[in-house]
Structures are given as C-alpha cells and as structure tokens.
C-alpha cells in the first residue's frame, strides 16, 4: 500500500515576521524623466513658446537700438542759439538779480564765440579770453573795444559787491546782442567761413 505525500498546509505569515514588520515605502512623487515621457508634447509647446518669446525680444531690442543709433540731431546753429537765449533771459519773469544775470549773459556769449570761432571761451579767464580776442584776426579792431567794456563791467559785478542797475543790465544785454547780430552780418557779407582760434595778429 502506497502512501500519498502529506499535503503541506501553507502557514499564514505572522505580524511577528520581520518581513512583515518591514515598511515598504510607497512612492510618491514620480521620476523627472517619467514626468517629461508622459507630457513631452505639453514640455515641448512650452519650449518653443519660450524660444520664440526670447528670438521676438532680441529683435525688438536690437531694433530699438539701432532706431536710437540712427537718430542724429540736426546741428545747432550757435547764432540763433544765441539770439534764443538772449530773448529768453530777456523776457524771463521774474527778471534774475544782477549777479546771476550777469553770470548767464557771459555764458551765451561766450558760447557763441566759442562754438563759431572755436575759441576754448568757457575755459578762459576774462584776461585771457581778451588775450584771445585781440589775437583773433575776425574781432581785432572790430569788437576788441566793444568786448572789452562787456568784460570789464561784468566782472565787476560777479566779483565785487558794486551794484547794478536795470538800464545797465539792458545796456549789456543790448552789447551781446549786438555783437552776435553783427558778427553774424558780417560773416555773411564776406561769405567766408569762422577763422580759426590760431589766426594770430601779425607782429
């Protein structure tokens, strides 16, 4: 007689297995790589979207750039620079106080000397602008005098405490005014160009 093999009844694992003990860790997030697989086409949109934005910024920038580059203002023309000033300082309310006055008055003609005749003006001391003048074959003999008295009398104002009054700051004023309007007359009627600072008086 045969004896069948036992059947072996399959134990349940006990709580007190430590395979059973051990946690298994669930996952939570999903790798990067999983992540991209699945939404290539929405990563891809993307990325061209942006690629897109970054080329239409460049371009708007470059050509932003370039339109500054090529605007060039047309150049002043110290003559009716001059005038313009002058009539502003003229008409300006209220009317400034001698000194400073007197200081702005100099300033446009001496930028209007400096930027016609190329004479460094604003650079200068009143002593050496006058050494300028005198030396400049355009002014000597035609606005020495004239420059002269101009300088004198505002110096004596900017730096000393003598008073000036209205009709005298009008009589400068009349003096600059003159002498930009007449220099610019004269430069015409001779149709030349400014001669240069270095045109020397002959000794």
Same mark, same amino acid.
């Given at each position: 007689?045969?004896?069948? +093999? ?5 134990? @349940? ?16 997030? +999903? ?16 990325? !061209?979207?942006?690629?897109?934005? !970054? ?62 005749? @190329? ?41 000393? @405490? ?22 610019? +007359? ?16 002959? +000794?």
């Amino acid at each position: 007689m045969k004896w069948s +093999k036992p059947i072996q009844v399959q134990e @349940k694992p006990s709580w007190l297995d430590p395979v059973v003990q051990k946690d298994q860790p669930i996952p939570v997030f +999903k790798p990067l790589i999983q992540i991209l697989g699945e939404n290539a086409l929405l990563c891809g949109l993307v990325a !061209l979207f942006l690629c897109g934005g !970054l080329l239409v910024w460049l371009y708007l920038r470059k050509r932003s750039a370039s339109a500054v580059d090529e605007v060039i203002p047309p150049p002043i023309d110290p003559y009716q620079e001059a005038l313009d000033h002058i009539a502003e300082l003229q008409n300006r309310k209220p009317r400034l106080q001698p000194k400073p006055f007197v200081f702005r008055l100099s300033e446009i003609l001496r930028v209007y000397v400096e930027k016609l005749f @190329k004479v460094p003006a604003m650079e200068l001391t009143s002593e050496e602008f006058m050494r300028e003048i005198v030396s400049h074959s355009f002014f000597r003999n035609r606005y020495e005098d004239l420059l002269r008295e101009f300088v004198d009398r505002g110096d004596r104002v900017k730096y000393s @405490k003598e008073i000036m009054g209205q009709d005298e700051m009008n009589q400068l004023l009349n003096t600059a005014l003159h002498i930009v309007k007449d220099s610019h +007359k004269r430069l015409q009627e001779e149709s030349i160009q400014p001669i240069p600072a270095n045109t020397k008086a002959s +000794k």
